[in-house]
Each structure stands twice: as C-alpha cells, then as structure tokens.
C-alpha cells in the first residue's frame, strides 16, 4: 500500500471525514487518497483560510479537524491559522508536505518541528515508510486526547513509499480527571463559606459539557454565572446568566462580578481579556481556579485555590461536597448567596447591552430579523464588541470566537468552517472591513459551496483599533485609513446577494433574503460610526 494511502486510511478510520486545504504538488496524492476513503475534501482559496476553516470546524464538530497543505510556502501561509488553533488548544491535525530530508538545498526547505513549536503547535514526523501508520495514529491521538494542533510533516520520498496497513484500533476519550479529595473539600469550604460567589466559565467548560453540573452546583450555594467569551451561551436561559465576563460584560455584569467575595474560574484562564487586567475582582475577593491542566492554574494571575481536575466531574463532587443549603452563609438570599427575586428581575432587565440605555448614532435592528437558531462568527478589530454582544445565540455552540491571536481577517473562514460543521442553523459572519478585505478570496468559497450565509461587514473605512488607539495623541492616521469601498457590490462581484445599511430604514432587503430561498449568501455593508472607539477597547486600552 502506498504510504499516502496507509495515512488516508488510517485518518478515516480514526474518524476523520472533513478535510480542508489546498492543493499542491505535495498534498496532491494524500488528498486525494482522503477523498477516495470517503472524507469531504472542502477547497479553500488560501492556506490561512484553510487552517481557519479546519479550526472552526474542529470547535464545531468537537473532534479534531484535518488540514492539507503544500510544502514549503502552503504551510507557511497556513501559520497564522494554524498559531489561532494552536493557542485555542484546538484539536487539528495539519497534513504537512515537506521536502525529502536529502534535499538539503531546496528552497521548500523549512525547519517544520521549530516552526510548530514556536506557534505552540506539536510536530510529529514520517520518518519512514513502515512507521507511516504509527506516527499519523500518535499525531490524531495526540491532537485528540491532549486537545492540541499538531503538525504531520510529510516527505516526499517517504509519501511515495510502500507500507502495509495493520488496522487500527478506535480512539478511546480519556478519562476525565477526577481532583483531590482534599482539593473538593477546600473548594466546597470556600463556596458554603462566601455570600456573593460568582462562576466564570471558560472554553474548557464549554468543551466538558459543564452546564448542568455548574447550574447545579451554583445552585446550591447561590452564585451567579458568567462565561469567558470564548463559552458565550453556556448558560443561555438561566435567570442568573451575566453573559461574556471582562471587557464585553455589561455594566450590571460588571457591577455584580466585581462584588463578589469569591470568584471560581471553571475552565476558564482568567486572563486580563476576562477580567479587565484584574478590574473587575473585588479587592477582598477569594479566587479559585479549576481546571484538568495543572499548569493553566495561575498562569495568568495569583489564586488562592487551585484545583486540578475535569470540570463538570469537580463540580459535581464539590455540589455533593457541600453542607446542607440552610448552613451555607450564602443562604441567607431568597434564592441563597448572590440570588434574590428582586436581582433576577434586575439581571432579566438590564444584562443585555441591548437593555442599557445608549446615544445611538444609528439605527440597527438585524438581532430581531435573524433567526434564533443561528452561529455567529466574529472577527478581530475595533468593531467586534458590537455583534459579540448585541448578536443574540442560542447556546454555546452558537458562537465561534477565533480570538485567542487577535488576527484580523479569520472571521471569514472560521463562519465557513462553522457553517460546513452546523448546516441547520444560519450562520452569521461578523467581520470589520479590514478583515473582510484581507480575508476577501474566501468569499469565493462560500459562493461556490452555496452557503446560505449573511455576512456583516462593519465599515469604518480604516483599521479603527489603530484610529481609536493613536488618534488621541495627535498621531497622523493616514497608514490606517482608507478610501471608502463599495463593499456591497464587491459582494455582487463574487456572487452574492449585497445591500448597503445605513439605518433600520435600509433593512428591507435583508428581511426579503432571509424571507426567500436564500440561495446564495448575503453581504451587509453596515457603515459605523468612528467618532470614537468602542466601549470594549477603551477599556482595554487603560491596561497598555
């Protein structure tokens, strides 16, 4: 058996069905060789929006994307898609042709493991015919059970060797970790002991299936709930549901997390992003962390407890871990701890943005048009504050947020990746026109897949972190701000439906897409205001 086909094999039966990429001389053989043993091969127009389509996939599908790439120059324009997986932990699998490792003189020549481990990324390698099958097992394994991007170099001479295929045994999940004894009985001290606990639930949260655990163990000792953006809509629904915690939290969520006596970090890094560099924990706050990786705890500012162990398994032994609810102090609420009846009513009233009152200087309106059933997918920039938090989503898998390297021009690809992996719902691509332009090639791909997408460009006409950020010290703005675009019939260029929104008056259009057959995407140019940067980067900016 040809090695290319040994690997085609091998990924398949390990469950991989869904490849993204583009070919090359280098690819060409394995990807086909995918196609025959009955992968979806998904062509993009450029690496990097390959790598971000695989990404987004993979947080979608909750299994690890394949991405195929040339030697040389595919994987390199690959890497800034590749470096977003590997800091989201994203499980992805990068099939990487490489030269020969005799050809020390091409000028495909790259050092591919230093390139992996510089981004973050683990680099595995064929180093010959009869061990194909056993690295590209520990390559998928790897990218599975440890939830991290891995690089598959291929050679070119050992791609066009013979092997034999042994079979292979299924992916097994690993067992989820269970803490310490003594670890959950420090943790259910401290939740029986606070008045006003609150719980930030991270990706790793979202990745356990955490909800029902956390909701219960919240219960018992009364705390509110909140997410990391990277978890939004985990805990849609609830009453005690303050949505995205740090820059993005409203002003009551704000409010209420900086008054909490104890603050549980649950899968979630509590980095400066969610926390607004520390802002928002009390100065007389107790904070705990949970989390499977014992070196996530504390990495990102000190905690008083640390608790190593899977997520949903540590809160349901810390909720069976409590003292009876009328001993918890935080009992003493009509709900118990942070909960009362007239805090629900506050919470139901004022936690949207799209409840706090503000000087519009517009009109929008698209969170009432757009179905429920929906994902959004955001970009990077000044404006992404506005559609993460006043774009609606149903639940945790409504909201894909390529954020953890601040790219600007992934949101396309990762709303591609997203909708191929949720074809029920509608998915919304959020991007600033800088993004949309720099990712613009991609939009052919969502013509000619035939997704029934909207996509929202909020156009400033500039690159309005940069505007936002310099502008105030008098700095001349002229390297980031552009000529206006005619972004709607760019949009009608490459197939797509397009109109141009100036206000709610200008939405008719749009209500007739989402009326009709939807039988080719829709482009929105939203112009936006500039006056000033948005509330999120502001608050950002106090921690440069």
């Avoid at 420090?186 to 008045?195: F, I, K, M, V, Y």
């Avoid at 949260?205 to 655990?213: D, H, L, M, Q, S």
């Amino acid at each position: 058996m040809l090695v290319t086909d040994a690997v085609a094999a091998t990924l398949t039966e390990l469950g991989a069905d869904t490849v993204f990429g583009v070919v090359g001389s280098g690819n060409f053989k394995i990807t086909n060789a995918l196609i025959a043993y009955g992968a979806r091969y998904v062509p993009a127009r450029h690496e990097c929006g390959a790598a971000t389509m695989a990404d987004a996939w993979a947080r979608m599908a909750g299994r690890p994307g394949i991405l195929s790439v040339h030697q040389g120059p595919g994987l390199t324009n690959a890497l800034t898609g590749i470096t977003e997986a590997a800091k989201s932990r994203t499980p992805l699998v990068v099939l990487a042709a490489d030269v020969a490792d005799s050809a020390t003189a091409s000028n495909f020549r790259i050092d591919v493991a230093r390139l992996a481990a510089s981004v973050g990324a683990a680099a595995f390698r064929l180093h010959s015919p009869g061990f194909a099958v056993d690295e590209t097992v520990r390559a998928y394994r790897t990218a599975a059970a440890q939830r991290r991007t891995v690089l598959l170099a291929m050679p070119l001479d050992v791609q066009a060797g013979a092997c034999t295929w042994p079979g292979i045994e299924p992916v097994q999940p690993p067992p989820a970790l269970a803490p310490s004894a003594a670890a959950v009985a420090s943790l259910a001290g401290a939740l029986a002991r606070a008045e006003r606990p609150v719980f930030i639930a991270g990706r790793g949260a979202r990745i356990a299936g955490a909800r029902a655990a956390l909701e219960r163990l919240a219960a018992r000792c009364g705390a509110l709930l909140a997410t990391s953006a990277a978890a939004k809509g985990l805990f849609r629904g609830s009453p005690w549901d303050l949505d995205v915690s740090g820059g993005f939290a409203s002003p009551l969520a704000a409010e209420l997390i900086r008054g909490a006596d104890l603050v549980v970090g649950w899968g979630c890094s509590l980095n400066m992003w969610t926390l607004r560099h520390g802002k928002l924990i009390g100065p007389d706050a107790t904070v705990v962390q949970v989390d499977h990786d014992q070196a996530a705890i504390g990495a990102h500012r000190p905690v008083q407890l640390g608790v190593t162990g899977d997520v949903s398994v540590t809160a349901r032994a810390a909720a069976d871990a409590l003292p009876p609810v009328a001993e918890c102090t935080g009992a003493a609420g009509d709900e118990g701890g942070y909960r009362s009846s007239a805090l629900r009513d506050r919470i139901a009233a004022e936690v949207r943005w799209r409840d706090v009152p503000y000087a519009d200087e517009g009109d929008g309106a698209l969170d009432e048009l757009l179905p429920a059933e929906r994902i959004v997918a955001v970009d990077s920039g000044n404006f992404m504050g506005y559609p993460s938090m006043y774009l609606s989503v149903p639940d945790a898998d409504g909201f894909c947020f390529t954020q953890a390297y601040q790219s600007i021009g992934l949101g396309l690809a990762s709303a591609i990746g997203s909708a191929i992996a949720r074809p029920g719902r509608l998915t919304v691509a959020a991007l600033g026109d800088g993004g949309a332009l720099m990712g613009i090639s991609e939009l052919e791909t969502v013509v000619r897949l035939g997704l029934p997408m909207v996509i929202v460009v909020y156009d400033d006409a500039a690159y309005g972190a940069e505007v936002h950020h310099f502008g105030p010290d008098g700095d001349s703005l002229d390297t980031v701000r552009f000529p206006q675009a005619d972004i709607a019939e760019i949009g009608r260029g490459f197939g797509c439906a397009g109109v141009t929104v100036r206000g709610t008056g200008d939405l008719g259009p749009v209500r007739e897409w989402l009326d009709g057959p939807r039988d080719r995407p829709l482009v929105i140019d939203a112009k936006i205001t500039s006056a000033r940067g948005s509330w999120w980067l502001e608050e950002a900016f106090r921690g440069h």
